[in-house]
């Protein structure tokens, strides 16, 4: 079993930054990819990044890339997302989620946390 509680999300102007974080419970941490997914009002969930058990293989959203950064440190149980040059349309619940084999499709995770509002204003 694996909880999860994603925090760091708010309001930035476009242009911004911030920097989600999102803290894991269990032992087995360590031994599972994680990801970042979005979903903004009336669509879809949405992949934005993800990140082997190891940290050595990483994926990106094609809209997020060269702007997001996904981290993990194991040490201390917790997945990062560092957003850079936010835009209006980054705007959206981002969720992290754990999986034995992390991919882009939100099937594919067995575990995902609440969830915390990012909102880019113009």
């Known amino acids: 079993q694996v909880q999860l509680v994603e925090s760091g999300g708010g309001l930035v102007q476009a242009g911004g930054s911030l920097r989600l974080s999102c803290a894991a419970s269990g032992r087995s941490f360590s031994t599972y990819g994680m990801g970042w997914f979005r979903q903004a009002p009336g669509k879809e969930r949405e992949f934005v990044a993800a990140?082997?058990?190891?940290?050595?293989?990483?994926r990106y959203a094609d809209s997020v890339k060269g702007r997001f950064t996904i981290s993990r440190d194991n040490a201390k149980n917790t997945l990062y997302l560092q957003m850079n040059s936010l835009r209006p349309e980054d705007t959206a619940v981002y969720y992290c989620?754990?999986?034995?084999?992390?991919?882009?499709?939100?099937?594919?995770?067995?575990?995902w946390g609440q969830g915390t509002q990012v909102t880019v204003s113009t």
């Open positions: 989620a754990a999986s034995r084999t992390p991919g882009t499709i939100p099937s594919t995770y067995d575990y």
């Open positions: 990140i082997s058990w190891i940290g050595g293989n990483i």
